[in-house]
């Protein structure tokens, strides 16, 4: 896939996976189930999961979690693929 095409899809994504309260534990399962029929997957962190913490590190922490391959962050959403 070329970095504008990858560009393109990363925009038109909708964010299917939703951090909340419950942390990134609680959808580390849900993103690696969605990355098995997907290429990308976009997340969205809401206020209630970033508490004290900025969204790159729960990025990286769902990552490491569901055994996924961050691909980037903007703003409050995160990009993964397999």
Do not use: C, P
Request: charge should be negative.
């Amino acid at each position: 896939m070329s970095e504008d095409s990858r560009r393109r899809a990363i925009h038109d994504l909708d964010a299917t996976v939703r951090v909340g309260k419950h942390g990134v534990e609680s959808v580390a399962e849900e993103l690696a189930g969605q990355l098995e029929t997907r290429d990308l997957v976009k997340v969205k962190f809401l206020r209630a999961a970033r508490g004290g913490s900025d969204t790159e590190t729960l990025a990286a922490d769902l990552a490491e979690a569901a055994g996924a391959t961050l691909l980037e962050t903007r703003g409050h959403t995160a990009v993964y693929e397999r």
